[in-house]
């Protein structure tokens, strides 16, 4: 008779050969933004770029200073829409700017109801954007070397995409950060393969933090307002692209997240904040996760560790694939391959931060970023 930890062994297995083999190579990290990159444009599209920023004085200038360093060849322009910032976001992005024409500084209104701040910024930025014909969504956190914008222009219109999104490269740096970053950005390419997002058919997803847009294409699919309730609002940005036309996201290292992850909390708050969104606020699609994150990280260990005879031998095999599949993005970010064994607890630091994801939204203070509460918006 086959035993309960043999049986657990062998789903643990399956599903890590099923992640590893059958879910286009998510982990494999070979969709970057300098591989595969077309011949530059006869003609140079104008490009505006729109950054919405709230309290964002810590990161700012660098941000914007990397944005007039650009040396797109066509017409470009940015607007920094002013989210209602009380720490001088406005004068400090003037002064980084040094007095480029490029820059333009909106101020933002009120937050209307229905929207995500984020989303109603970057509306108000492309309502002032007039008629470019490209859309470059960057955030304020977000630094970019002078070729970016170059390389987003020729891969959209060398490759025909409606939508060019880079996985900005996180700050990796603290020990928080070595522990966790690497492992966020590999479970978002598992949760949204970049190989099925970037076919013509298949998922649809972005990364927030730098996004080239068409902009006759994003008119023709509703505008942001499309999404403007939206907390995870790349993907659901992505998706909606991608139903008018091919889009394409890929790992960088020409963007680079400058906001600072120095403790556990901070960057358990970046993951709690969307976590719950992630799972439409189910509570059912909580306890599968909880469970299904139990059976297939914690549970190889716990095999390993205390099982004897097959269940050990499953449990070790789930527990050596699991490692072996992390380690392009360790390479990737640079940290010791040691940290692939260490997956299963650091998955259940994930998992706990998603249960307070749940736990806040249920308090009524879910989706928290610069004293707004915005999940509510998305229930």
Same mark, same amino acid.
């Given at each position: 008779?086959?035993?309960?930890?043999?049986?657990?062994?062998?789903?643990?297995?399956?599903?890590?050969?099923?992640?590893?083999?059958?879910?286009?190579?998510?982990?494999?990290?070979? @969709?970057?933004?300098?591989?595969?990159? +077309?011949? +530059?444009?006869?003609?140079?599209?104008?490009?505006?770029?729109?950054?919405?920023? #709230?309290? @964002?004085?810590?990161?700012?200038?660098?941000?914007?200073?990397?944005?007039?360093?650009?040396?797109? +060849?066509?017409?470009?322009?940015?607007?920094?829409?002013?989210?209602?910032?009380?720490?001088?976001?406005?004068?400090?992005?003037?002064?980084?700017?040094?007095?480029?024409?490029?820059?333009?500084?909106?101020?933002?209104?009120?937050?209307?109801?229905?929207?995500?701040?984020?989303? !109603?910024?970057?509306?108000?930025?492309?309502?002032?954007?007039?008629?470019?014909?490209?859309?470059?969504?960057?955030?304020?956190?977000?630094?970019?070397?002078?070729?970016?914008?170059?390389?987003?222009?020729? #891969?959209?219109?060398?490759?025909?995409?409606?939508?060019?999104?880079?996985?900005? #490269?996180?700050?990796?740096?603290?020990?928080?950060?070595?522990?966790?970053?690497?492992?966020?950005? !590999?479970?978002?390419?598992?949760?949204?393969?970049?190989?099925?997002?970037? #076919?013509?058919?298949?998922?649809?997803?972005?990364?927030?933090?730098?996004?080239?847009?068409?902009?006759?294409?994003?008119?023709?699919?509703?505008?942001?307002?499309?999404?403007?309730?939206?907390?995870?609002?790349?993907?659901?940005?992505?998706?909606?692209?991608?139903?008018?036309?091919?889009?394409?996201?890929?790992?960088?290292?020409?963007?680079?997240?400058?906001?600072?992850?120095?403790?556990?909390?901070?960057?358990?708050?970046?993951?709690?904040?969307?976590?719950?969104?992630?799972?439409?606020?189910?509570?059912?699609?909580?306890?599968?996760?909880?469970?299904?994150?139990?059976?297939?990280?914690?549970?190889?260990?716990?095999?390993?560790?205390?099982?004897?005879?097959?269940?050990?031998?499953?449990?070790?095999?789930?527990?050596?694939?699991?490692?072996?599949?992390?380690?392009?993005?360790?390479?990737?970010?640079?940290?010791?391959?040691?940290?692939?064994?260490?997956?299963?607890?650091?998955?259940?630091?994930?998992?706990?931060?998603?249960?307070?994801?749940?736990?806040?939204?249920?308090?009524?203070?879910?989706?928290?970023?610069?004293?707004?509460?915005?999940?509510?918006?998305?229930?």
């Amino acid at each position: 008779m086959i035993a309960a930890g043999e049986i657990a062994g062998g789903v643990a297995l399956l599903v890590w050969l099923v992640l590893v083999f059958a879910r286009d190579g998510f982990w494999l990290t070979r @969709e970057r933004d300098t591989r595969s990159l +077309p011949a +530059p444009p006869a003609h140079w599209p104008s490009v505006t770029a729109v950054v919405p920023a #709230r309290d @964002e004085a810590e990161v700012i200038a660098r941000a914007i200073a990397s944005l007039t360093a650009q040396d797109y +060849p066509g017409e470009f322009r940015i607007i920094l829409v002013d989210d209602n910032s009380s720490d001088g976001t406005a004068v400090i992005a003037q002064t980084a700017a040094q007095g480029s024409d490029r820059l333009t500084i909106l101020p933002g209104a009120p937050l209307a109801p229905g929207w995500t701040g984020k989303l !109603w910024a970057v509306h108000q930025g492309i309502a002032a954007a007039g008629t470019p014909d490209y859309l470059w969504l960057t955030d304020a956190d977000i630094a970019h070397t002078p070729d970016t914008l170059t390389s987003l222009v020729t #891969r959209a219109v060398g490759e025909d995409r409606v939508l060019v999104s880079l996985m900005a #490269r996180l700050r990796c740096e603290s020990l928080a950060e070595r522990a966790l970053i690497p492992a966020f950005v !590999w479970f978002f390419a598992m949760l949204y393969p970049f190989a099925a997002v970037n #076919r013509a058919t298949g998922v649809g997803a972005a990364a927030g933090g730098c996004i080239l847009a068409q902009a006759d294409a994003l008119m023709a699919a509703g505008g942001i307002a499309a999404v403007r309730g939206a907390l995870i609002d790349d993907c659901a940005f992505g998706a909606l692209m991608k139903r008018h036309g091919r889009v394409w996201l890929g790992l960088t290292n020409r963007s680079v997240s400058i906001r600072r992850y120095d403790t556990w909390a901070s960057v358990g708050a970046m993951i709690s904040r969307s976590a719950y969104a992630q799972l439409r606020y189910s509570p059912v699609l909580l306890a599968a996760t909880l469970v299904g994150l139990a059976l297939i990280y914690l549970g190889p260990v716990l095999l390993t560790v205390t099982g004897a005879g097959y269940a050990r031998w499953l449990g070790m095999a789930a527990w050596v694939l699991m490692t072996i599949a992390f380690q392009p993005m360790l390479r990737f970010y640079r940290r010791s391959a040691l940290w692939g064994v260490a997956l299963p607890a650091i998955a259940l630091f994930y998992a706990g931060q998603t249960f307070a994801s749940a736990w806040a939204h249920w308090r009524g203070r879910g989706g928290m970023w610069k004293g707004r509460a915005q999940a509510a918006i998305g229930a």
